[in-house]
């Protein structure tokens, strides 16, 4: 596969549940991201790792923790949601120099019920 | 603080020309970015700009103008597939190995027959 992936595609998971988002990306990049995108709203950046540091948590809560084991993978891990983090959750990398522009995978459509 | 204002939506007829207008306050202006991003999918990269005037890839054109906190995307020959959101996004400060950008909240096109 190339660019980057996203699993599962949707996820429907109840307030108690723990579960796990995935990405990967294929281009060689060294920054890896995650977002969150609700309607009527801008994309909201949640996570940056750069080289699988953490650079950036964007006052996030702590139910929601991410993991970067290394610079192609990177994890969203979910437990005990909130109704009102049902969104599309998208990540991203880019090289992490020059223009930087970032090339995002298709997303996760999250229903926390 | 940041802050970006597009306009939420648009209509333009096909075989046309549109001008979707992007508003910023920031500080640590380093580059703006515009993204597309059809309904269910993810965002793809469409221009960069950095320095004041106009940059051209094909139908679409970009510019910036970086006194007045000011950038347009014009497509022209508008076509049915281009009725997406368009995602101004300005890239904040300089950071070593990643990037931070602010994205609006897209502007919605719609092209018609």
């Known amino acids: 596969e190339t660019g980057v992936t996203q699993t599962p595609r949707h996820l429907v998971m109840g307030m108690t549940n723990k579960k796990s988002l995935k990405c990967e990306q294929h281009?060689?990049?060294?920054?890896m991201y995650w977002y969150k995108q609700s309607a009527k709203k801008p994309l909201e950046l949640m996570f940056v790792?750069?080289?699988?540091?953490?650079?950036e948590n964007n006052s996030v809560p702590s139910r929601f923790s991410p993991e970067c084991p290394n610079s192609s993978h990177l994890f969203l891990h979910l437990h005990t949601l909130q109704p009102e983090d049902s969104a599309l959750y998208l990540c991203?990398?880019?090289?992490?120099?020059?223009?930087?522009?970032?090339?995002f995978g298709p997303g996760t459509r999250l229903t926390v019920t | 603080g940041q802050n970006i204002d597009q306009p939420t939506e648009m209509t333009a007829t096909e075989g046309a020309i549109v001008q979707i207008n992007c508003t910023y306050q920031t500080s640590g202006f380093n580059g703006l970015f515009w993204y597309q991003q059809h309904a269910g999918e993810a965002p793809t990269f469409l221009s960069y700009?950095?320095?004041?005037g106009l940059e051209e890839k094909g139908r679409f054109s970009s510019f910036l103008s970086r006194s007045k906190g000011y950038s347009y995307l014009l497509l022209k020959e508008l076509q049915m597939k281009d009725s997406a959101s368009y995602l101004c996004a300005v890239k904040n400060g300089v950071r070593e190995g990643y990037q931070k950008v602010t994205f609006g909240t897209g502007t919605k096109l719609q092209v018609i027959p």
């Open positions: 991203a990398s880019s090289q992490g120099q020059g223009r930087d522009e970032q090339y």
């Open positions: 700009n950095v320095l004041d």
């Open positions: 790792y750069s080289l699988e540091e953490r650079v």
């Open positions: 281009l060689g990049h060294n920054a």
